[in-house]
């Protein structure tokens, strides 16, 4: 199928809206990597080491919590409000973070910034649902790729620079401008036509999700480090933990409007894409949170080269994503995912080889594997699920998605720092570098099993035709 590539292009009437997306992604994508190379000379300044996970975890929890509400609110009052809220929480927790005086009030500002994310991700991908068909999507895609592209190699360099600068407060005060401009663009240019009806906000649902998932958090990160595995605070939290989701579950069915309509998981599609972006999310984060500091605390490479490493997986990304469209349009998504997750898969494994020889060069060329194989699998899973259903519930498929993906970095980044805690306690602390390689080579043995139930979500994925959905419109459209 043949796109005009004028009529997506920047020049068109919906360009300045996508250009307003690509710099509300930017926010996300930035973050996504500038913060991760910094990580040692935050510790230095403020100290705690075992704390550290709790940066993305709670980051990445607030994300996964806010985003199933924002999403249903998106279905309800329009896009652009919600959007537009997420900006507005993300600069005032950049801010908040900028000037944190210790590792607790970071982490609380972290939490500010995590529920302003919640919006902007998931918002800017559903607009782009509801704007371009399927197979304009496909050259859309290169566009936002190219957001994620310029900022995994801007983002690290800039990470690591403040860093080796002693300034690495400004890794949150560069997000003040893009946030300012973002906001200013999407006010300017982009107005919707939304169905708004009255709704109901499901907020026991929202407490219990959080608690749900906090319980499991703690427990897993604090369980051997604050207490032992065993204690009494270790059973509350993983029994807390559990029985709130299991409440959660119950009261999704009976709310009105749930924030997670389970019922869309019984779909095979929605469920295996679903699982599919639970298992990226901890990938991504267990690549990302971990490597610099194994970088730094084995072989003493500086910020900036550590964060160059890094930005390898997040370079790899976009490459793929920018032309996995002309893929799943000619051989169908699940195709094309199969052949990310198993390019994915190979380079985990890769990685957790290389990790008892710490080397920058060949943890990038792992690291770029890895995100080649990832860009081809999270478009086309995401993309496939927006397609098969319609505007009323499009947002919320795109929002369990983006819930999907941060509930599993939260979680993967925390059993990582679980297992990562668990080895230094038992070597000679992040001070020895042989117990930080050590350390660092359990987790990326984990992310290579977290690479390979992806794959298995991918193979469970029904298979489609070439093409099936390729003709899906934009069935509310917005004016430019």
């Given at each position: 199928?043949?796109?005009?590539?004028?009529?997506?292009?920047?020049?068109?009437?919906?360009?300045?809206?996508?250009?307003?997306?690509?710099?509300?992604?930017?926010?996300?994508?930035?973050?996504?990597?500038?913060?991760?190379?910094?990580?040692?000379?935050?510790?230095?300044?403020?100290?705690?080491?075992?704390?550290?996970?709790?940066?993305?975890?709670?980051?990445?929890?607030?994300?996964?919590?806010?985003?199933?509400?924002?999403?249903?609110?998106?279905?309800?009052?329009?896009?652009?409000?919600?959007?537009?809220?997420?900006?507005?929480?993300?600069?005032?927790?950049?801010?908040?973070?900028?000037?944190?005086?210790?590792?607790?009030?970071?982490?609380?500002?972290?939490?500010?910034?995590?529920?302003?994310?919640?919006?902007?991700?998931?918002?800017?991908?559903?607009?782009?649902?509801?704007?371009?068909?399927?197979?304009?999507?496909?050259?859309?895609?290169?566009?936002?790729?190219?957001?994620?592209?310029i900022s995994s190699v801007v983002g690290p360099a800039l990470g690591g620079v403040f860093s080796q600068l002693d300034m690495w407060r400004l890794i949150f005060f560069i997000n003040v401008p893009l946030c300012l401009i973002a906001g200013w663009m999407l006010l300017r240019h982009f107005h919707e036509q939304a169905e708004r009806r009255r709704h109901r906000i499901d907020y026991l649902g929202a407490v219990l999700l959080t608690i749900g998932l906090t319980g499991l958090i703690l427990g897993v990160l604090e369980g051997g480090n604050a207490w032992a595995w065993l204690s009494v605070q270790s059973l509350l939290c993983f029994i807390g933990g559990a029985v709130a989701l299991v409440l959660f579950a119950l009261v999704e069915r009976r709310a009105p409007e749930p924030i997670i309509d389970l019922r869309l998981i019984s779909s095979?599609?929605?469920?295996?894409?679903?699982?599919?972006?639970?298992?990226?999310?901890?990938?991504?984060?267990?690549?990302?949170?971990?490597?610099?500091?194994?970088?730094?605390?084995?072989?003493?490479?500086?910020?900036?080269?550590?964060?160059?490493?890094?930005?390898?997986m997040t370079l790899g990304w976009p490459l793929s994503a920018a032309n996995a469209g002309r893929l799943y349009l000619r051989r169908g998504f699940r195709f094309t995912a199969l052949i990310g997750s198993g390019i994915a898969t190979v380079g985990a494994l890769g990685l957790a080889l290389i990790g008892p020889y710490p080397n920058a060069f060949s943890l990038a060329a792992v690291a770029f594997v890895i995100g080649f194989g990832l860009g081809w699998t999270a478009a086309p899973t995401l993309i496939v699920a927006q397609a098969s259903v319609g505007w009323g519930e499009r947002g919320a498929v795109t929002g369990m998605n983006t819930?999907?993906?941060?509930?599993?970095?939260?979680?993967?980044?925390?059993?990582?720092?679980?297992?990562?805690?668990?080895?230094?306690?038992?070597?000679?602390?992040?001070?020895?570098?042989?117990?930080?390689?050590?350390?660092?080579?359990?987790?990326?043995?984990?992310?290579?099993?977290?690479?390979?139930?992806?794959?298995?979500?991918?193979?469970?994925?029904?298979?489609?035709?070439?093409?099936?959905?390729?003709?899906?419109?934009?069935?509310?459209?917005?004016?430019?």
């Open positions: 199928m043949t796109i005009d590539r004028a009529s997506v292009g920047f020049r068109s009437e919906r360009g300045p809206v996508l250009l307003s997306l690509m710099l509300a992604t930017g926010l996300i994508a930035m973050d996504a990597t500038i913060l991760a190379t910094a990580v040692p000379s935050v510790v230095h300044d403020l100290g705690s080491y075992q704390q550290f996970p709790w940066l993305f975890s709670v980051y990445l929890l607030a994300q996964a919590v806010s985003v199933p509400i924002y999403s249903k609110l998106a279905d309800t009052v329009g896009r652009k409000p919600i959007l537009l809220i997420g900006i507005a929480l993300f600069l005032i927790g950049s801010i908040l973070c900028g000037v944190a005086w210790s590792m607790p009030s970071l982490i609380l500002f972290r939490l500010v910034q995590g529920l302003g994310a919640g919006a902007v991700g998931p918002m800017a991908m559903t607009i782009v649902g509801d704007i371009y068909t399927v197979s304009e999507r496909a050259v859309v895609q290169g566009y936002i790729a190219s957001v994620w592209a095979r599609l929605i469920l295996t894409t679903t699982l599919a972006s639970f298992a990226i999310g901890a990938l991504l984060t267990g690549v990302t949170s971990f490597a610099p500091a194994y970088l730094e605390g084995s072989i003493g490479v500086v910020p900036l080269l550590s964060g160059l490493a890094v930005a390898a819930f999907a993906r941060s509930a599993g970095a939260a979680v993967g980044v925390a059993v990582y720092g679980a297992i990562s805690n668990a080895v230094m306690a038992r070597g000679g602390g992040s001070d020895d570098p042989a117990t930080v390689v050590n350390a660092s080579t359990w987790v990326f043995v984990a992310a290579a099993v977290t690479a390979a139930l992806m794959l298995l979500a991918i193979l469970a994925m029904p298979k489609d035709r070439a093409g099936e959905y390729s003709g899906a419109p934009a069935a509310v459209p917005a004016e430019a």
